[in-house]
Each structure stands twice: as structure tokens, then as C-alpha cells.
């Protein structure tokens, strides 16, 4: 059983940065994709992006493109989403996602969730 935990969300000023960790144990990690999701009071569940087992391959939303980046480190079982130039319609809880595959999608297992708030 994969278990994820999030981290690194909280309260940041438009225009500002911050970078979300998601831990991964109990599952083979570095052979998974990985997805980030976010989630607003009030509307659906978004991807915001994906990498693919081996980092080589990265995919975003077009509502974050050019300004959030996803990252992975297997030795560490972590991978990151670096945010910067926030907006306060990035406020939302932030989730990652395992995939059962080695590329994106097929997401099986889920954290907990982050906020992250964006507001001056």
C-alpha cells in the first residue's frame, strides 16, 4: 500500500513563491508516475501536472504552465512542485497522486492534501 503525505503549503502573497514536497512510502516509488491535483472551495478536482517514473517527462495545465514546475527525486521517494508568480486563483488544497504506470494517469493512490492560499 503507497502512502503519500504532502507538505510545504500555507499562506503566501500574490506574485510570491513556494514549493510543495510529497513524500512517498510503502510502494515502488521510482517505477510511478506522479500527478499533482488541486482542488477549490466549490469547484472540481484539477490536474495541475504530471511526471513520468523517471522525470524525464513533465506535463502541466495550461493554467499553470510557464510558472509551476514539477520535479522528482526517486532516491528520496519525493516529488516536488516548485509554484512561483501565485495567483489567488491557485488557492486550492493541493494533492499528489501515484500512478500504477509508469506514465501519467491510472492514479491509484492519493495524500491528503495541502492548502495553499494565496492572498495579500
Known amino acids: 500500500q503507497v502512502q503519500l503525505v504532502e507538505s510545504g503549503g500555507g499562506l503566501v502573497q500574490p506574485g510570491g513563491s513556494l514549493r510543495l514536497s510529497c513524500a512517498a512510502s510503502?510502494?515502488?516509488?521510482?517505477?510511478?508516475?506522479m500527478g499533482w491535483f488541486r482542488q477549490a472551495p466549490g469547484k472540481e478536482r484539477e490536474s495541475v501536472g504530471s511526471?513520468?517514473?523517471?522525470?524525464?517527462?513533465?506535463y502541466y495545465a495550461d493554467s499553470v504552465k510557464g510558472r509551476f514546475t514539477i520535479s522528482r527525486d526517486n532516491a528520496k521517494n519525493t516529488v516536488y512542485l516548485q509554484m512561483s508568480s501565485l495567483k489567488p486563483e491557485d488557492t486550492a488544497v493541493y494533492y499528489c497522486?501515484?500512478?500504477?504506470?509508469?506514465?501519467?494517469?491510472?492514479?491509484?493512490?492519493w495524500g491528503q492534501g495541502t492548502q495553499v492560499t494565496v492572498s495579500s
Open positions: 511526471i513520468n517514473w523517471s522525470g524525464s517527462a513533465t
Open positions: 510503502g510502494g515502488s516509488f521510482s517505477s510511478s508516475a
Open positions: 497522486a501515484a500512478s500504477v504506470s509508469r506514465e501519467p494517469g491510472r492514479y491509484a493512490y
